[in-house]
């Protein structure tokens, strides 16, 4: 790796984590993955409006379905796991959520790509 590249990928990770500081501040609660992944796609050119508000939309459905699994748990009703004292909830929600967000991004994305072909703006 070349000191140029070595120079970039620092400087890169160092505005990561400013922004991550910043998001933090701001009650954001995205984890530093999210967020790179957040800033590479707005970067790639998807509307910051659209995709906050898929964001917004998850968090919605994930409490929803938290909510759900808390009160399976509580009643005893099939074999849910609850949240763990963390605040997490079971590793079949976090494959939910995860297929979620990776279905909603594309949806995303395609959708911006058609606005760039028929001449719409971001």
């Known amino acids: ?3 140029r590249e070595a120079d970039r990928i ?11 500081d910043m998001s933090q501040l ?3 609660q995205l984890d530093k993955e999210t967020l790179a992944t957040c800033i590479g796609m707005i970067e790639s050119g998807v509307n910051p409006e659209a995709l906050a508000a898929v ?4 968090r919605r459905e994930g ?5 759900r699994m808390n009160a399976n748990a509580v009643d005893g009703g099939g074999s849910v796991a609850a ?5 997490r909830v079971g590793v079949g929600f976090t494959r939910t959520w995860t297929w979620t967000w990776r279905k909603a991004i594309f ?3 395609l959708n911006n790509n058609r606005n760039r072909e028929i001449g719409g703006n971001r």
Do not use: K, R
Request: aromatic share 6%.
């Open 10 to 20: 620092a400087s890169a990770q160092q505005t990561l984590d400013i922004l991550y």
């Open 55 to 58: 964001v917004q939309e998850l």
């Open 107 to 109: 949806s995303i994305s």
């Open 26 to 28: 701001l009650g954001t």
């Open 1 to 3: 790796m070349s000191f």
């Open 83 to 87: 949240p763990t004292g963390s605040g």
């Open 63 to 67: 409490a929803i379905v938290a909510a």
